[in-house]
């Protein structure tokens, strides 16, 4: 197969949704297919900044990045006034705000599109919500080239895809991938008489290499014992670093044994938290990292707490398990899909700080239990959750949708698992 996807963001910018399409890229590539990547030359969704090379060839992938318009103060503006009046008036008028304000937008990347879409059997868009979506779709219509969507749709969040110009994506692509059970179920209802396969994400196992716990506790400053909690992603609001913070400071009077590491990029919000509570005792902070410092966060800790409202799947919850350890999270559809309650992790009430206080006390107070969970964590993910099985999954849905496009037929009259 020849396929093209096109992503908002490629490796090496940092997100779920990019590891997710550069994962699968490369797992088509090593199978034989010839994948190429239309992406922004950016790795900052906050800036949409050009920073990477036009042209790269990535572990067989070629990649080909366009540059984008800057996202400043204006588009923000934009954004938060189309998404305000869309919300509240649900006027089309106001969609172009969504469109121009989320970004990236790049003029250069639509002409390719519409230039070289005809050499491709399919094209698969990665991330709903961004602007490129909607370039690839209008291009690929124009064209007559299937589409497959991976929206990473954050059902708890209506912006990632209730707007008018995203349904309209979302009803005529020819199948949809769901990263959780709760996300499919949530699309088959919604897009009645489509293809919608719930295709999830998953793991190189080969990535995540045995570490030293003691070492890596050493590379952060950590004692070799006590308990060491982590918070491992970017510290936007919704991902729950408040809590997680809250949570400790109230623990660590109790057990001085007790640490925070806080690891990923820095936001306003957690500059904000710092200001208040960065002194505090036992607390260990780190901004954006090297790949092997991630890997070294989550050899260090002993329980992962990441309590986000804003999740499409959590693939920081795998790499926990990669590494046998439990896991906190939000009880939201997405999350809740993944993770099961009491067997692999906790799940807690976002809106209930003091559940979270309580899931973290108790694997806090009973270590035991928490190497229990991670280690059922760890052969769940090897059994349901490995590249291997989503990349069969997605190769087996691109030949049904090529297959269907080379005999004219119309697209499946219902939704699959």
Not at 122 to 131: G, K, P, R, V
Request: proline content about 6%.
């Amino acid at each position: 197969m020849r396929v093209l996807h096109v992503t908002h963001q490629y490796h090496p910018a940092i997100g779920g949704a990019e590891r997710y399409i550069t994962d699968v890229s490369e797992a088509l590539a090593r199978r034989g297919h010839v994948v190429d990547v239309y992406t922004s030359q950016s790795r900052d969704y906050h800036t949409w900044r050009n920073e990477l090379p036009p042209f790269e060839r990535i572990n067989g992938v070629n990649v080909h990045r366009f540059r984008s318009l800057p996202r400043g103060p204006l588009a923000w503006r934009l954004l938060e006034i189309g998404l305000r009046n869309h919300t509240e008036y649900r006027l089309p008028l106001f969609a172009p705000h969504i469109f121009v304000g989320n970004g990236p937008v790049c003029p250069q990347l639509f002409l390719a599109l519409l230039r070289h879409a005809p050499s491709y059997d399919l094209i698969h868009i990665n991330q709903l919500h961004y602007a490129h979506a909607w370039t690839a779709y209008v291009a690929a219509k124009a064209r007559g080239r299937p589409i497959v969507l991976t929206p990473h749709i954050h059902v708890e969040q209506p912006q990632t895809y209730d707007v008018g110009y995203l349904w309209r994506i979302l009803r005529g692509s020819d199948a949809v991938l769901a990263d959780t059970a709760g996300e499919r179920a949530f699309l088959a209802q919604k897009l009645p008489g489509q293809l919608v396969v719930q295709c999830g994400k998953g793991l190189t196992m080969a990535d995540f290499p045995p570490r030293s716990a003691q070492a890596s506790r050493r590379h952060f400053g950590l004692p070799d014992n006590g308990f060491v909690l982590l918070f491992l992603g970017r510290k936007t609001e919704y991902k729950g670093l408040a809590q997680v913070l809250r949570a400790f400071i109230q623990l660590r009077q109790q057990r001085d044994d007790l640490y925070l590491l806080a690891v990923g990029p820095e936001t306003e919000h957690s500059e904000q938290l710092w200001r208040t509570y960065g002194g505090a005792e036992g607390l260990v902070v780190r901004g954006a990292v090297s790949e092997e410092e991630r890997l070294d966060a989550l050899a260090a800790c002993d329980l992962l707490a990441l309590p986000s409202v804003g999740e499409a799947f959590g693939i920081v919850y795998l790499e926990a398990w990669a590494y046998g350890k439990p896991v906190i999270g939000a009880n939201i559809q997405s999350v809740a899909s993944l993770i099961d309650d009491g067997v692999d992790g906790l799940l807690v009430d976002p809106q209930r700080p003091g559940q979270l206080l309580d899931a973290v006390q108790r694997l806090v107070d009973d270590p035991i239990l928490a190497r229990q969970m991670g280690a059922q964590g760890n052969r769940k993910l090897k059994q349901r959750f490995t590249t291997d099985h989503f990349t069969d999954v997605t190769e087996g849905v691109y030949r049904q949708v090529i297959r269907r496009a080379n005999h004219g037929a119309q697209r499946p009259q219902r939704a699959a698992t």
